[in-house]
């Protein structure tokens, strides 16, 4: 019984390394630039924005392409990994009505894949940041805890999410217009001190936009983060988790069905 233990947990580990791969480079598949387009992409936002919104802001936003590209490398790995995990269990529907697999390897190699993107852009961010005169510190190796509760939160949502979008098609549909409304509300390129008093506080009810705010104080301002903010956030994601993990448990024999 042991050795089978060790046999499955084997075979789905190379399942998810080779899903990760899959997933990883058939994104840029018929691109010219590839793998490239990860680190191009990022930048070429980060310049177009910059020189819309930097003027506007100037005063009210130190070293703004850090601050924007901080934000957006954080919400673009949310964004693209909870999208790519709400469609895992749809895009394999061939191969789970042919053999059985571990239907949430589907997911979470899709999530893990977006996570190597965000790792990527981060080598950006880190030379964008050396380019405007900021410098790695001892405190900038504290970004490990709003990432780890970023991809906590993300595993969570993108497991209900993929099992939702399997019953509820629309879900999909409804998901792309919240993201949207998400971005607008996580202050990526805007200040937070342009945002009336009386409606400040709705913004700080926004998890992603906790995770991007303790980001951003650690690599711009060599600060640690409100330990309030990182216990609320932390808390959300292992419920967001824990609740992910139950209703794929729950629902997950009765996929293939549904497919």
Not at 228 to 234: K, L, M, R
Request: with cysteine; aromatic share 16%.
């Amino acid at each position: 019984m042991f050795k089978e233990m060790i046999k499955r947990n084997t075979s789905e580990h190379f399942l998810l390394k080779q899903l990760i791969k899959k997933n990883f480079t058939a994104k840029y598949k018929d691109s010219i630039l590839g793998i490239l387009w990860s680190f191009i992409n990022p930048l070429l936002t980060m310049l177009l924005l910059t020189a819309i919104f930097s003027t506007i802001f100037s005063g009210n936003i130190e070293n703004y392409p850090v601050y924007f590209l901080a934000g957006r490398c954080l919400f673009d790995f949310y964004s693209a990994a909870t999208k790519t995990a709400m469609n895992s269990i749809k895009g394999n529907s061939g191969i789970l009505k042919r053999i059985f697999v571990p239907r949430y390897i589907f997911a979470f190699g899709g999530i893990c894949s977006e996570f190597v993107n965000f790792l990527i852009s981060l080598i950006i961010l880190i030379a964008v940041m050396y380019l405007t005169g900021l410098h790695l510190t001892l405190i900038s190796f504290a970004v490990i805890i709003p990432i780890i509760i970023l991809f906590v939160m993300t595993a969570g949502i993108g497991l209900i999410l993929s099992i939702m979008c399997t019953y509820f098609r629309d879900i999909e549909y409804l998901y792309n217009i919240f993201i949207m409304l998400l971005m607008y509300a996580s202050a990526l390129f805007y200040p937070v001190d342009i945002i009336p008093e009386s409606f400040r506080q709705y913004l700080y009810l926004n998890p992603v936009f906790l995770l991007i705010d303790q980001f951003r104080d650690i690599i711009m301002y060599n600060t640690l983060p409100n330990i309030t903010n990182i216990i609320s956030t932390s808390l959300f994601a292992f419920i967001m988790l824990i609740i992910g993990i139950l209703i794929f448990k729950k629902y997950q024999k009765k996929i293939t069905l549904e497919l």
